[in-house]
């Protein structure tokens, strides 16, 4: 277990099409961190889960984005009917549970395309 | 809101030469500080980081000092690399309670480009 792995690296799809991604965290990392990448910006957080709980979610996650973190390993972020402003790279952390933060893993992303 | 302000890029520079991207930050409590690089491809590694006031950060010739009087955390290295292009980031994090999301505020991102 090297790092964080996420999937698919690159996913082009049409508008209104759903789509899902996976991560992969760290194996021992309780934390477990989404952040959306625009073009020529930084990150911005979108939700986080420590073990299976979503406890907390950006604004920007709108009511077609929906993530899951089953048994507290893998995490999978689904947008529902895509719209050309979803393009984005997709970026997936993880962490221990730090009361001070350390930084994370990120995991190399997958950059989503809407056409 | 807290918010991160990096120097605006493309940063270019020859081989050997000295480097320094400028990085202020708005926080309402005290932040962790961080540089973290992205080359092309890949994901956001941590370059370094700081956790209190006059720590200074260093990894692979770079350095950082957090400097609370000044809200900055400026990025020094003092002969790059063609190896060292990529994106930098400068970014914060707050305390969190203790089952809280220890969010990290993001910069822009610089580019920097060394030549040979």
């Known amino acids: 277990d090297t790092g964080v792995s996420q999937d698919p690296r690159h996913k082009i799809t049409k508008r209104g099409q759903n789509v899902t991604f996976r991560c992969d965290p760290i194996?021992?990392?309780?934390?477990l961190y989404w952040y959306r990448q625009t073009l020529g910006q930084g990150p911005e957080f979108l939700t986080y889960?420590?073990?299976?709980?979503?406890?907390?979610k950006s604004r920007l996650l709108s009511d077609r984005f929906s993530a899951e973190r089953p048994k507290g390993s893998f995490s999978t972020l689904e947008i529902q009917r895509t719209e050309q402003g979803d393009s984005a790279m997709y970026l997936c952390?993880?962490?221990?549970?730090?009361?001070?933060?350390?930084?994370?893993?990120f995991g190399s992303g997958t950059r989503l395309t809407v056409v | 809101g807290d918010s991160v302000t990096q120097m605006e890029g493309p940063v270019t520079l020859s081989e050997e030469a000295c480097l320094t991207i400028?990085?202020?930050?708005?926080?309402?409590?005290?932040?962790?500080l961080f540089w973290y690089v992205q080359y092309p491809g890949e994901g956001l590694q941590l370059l370094l980081k700081?956790?209190?006031?006059?720590d200074k950060g260093s990894n692979k010739g770079f350095e950082a000092t957090y400097r609370k009087e000044t809200t900055s955390f400026h990025l020094e290295k003092g002969s790059v690399q063609v190896s060292d292009s990529a994106v930098y980031f400068c970014?914060?994090?707050?305390?969190?309670?203790?089952?809280?999301?220890?969010?990290?505020?993001f910069g822009q991102g610089t580019r920097l480009t060394i030549n040979p």
């Open positions: 889960f420590q073990n299976e709980a979503q406890l907390e």
């Open positions: 194996s021992e990392h309780n934390r």
């Open positions: 700081a956790t209190k006031a006059d």
């Open positions: 400028n990085c202020t930050y708005t926080a309402t409590g005290y932040p962790s």
């Open positions: 952390a993880s962490s221990l549970a730090l009361y001070r933060a350390y930084g994370y893993t």
């Open positions: 970014a914060l994090s707050l305390p969190a309670l203790i089952q809280g999301a220890q969010k990290l505020v």
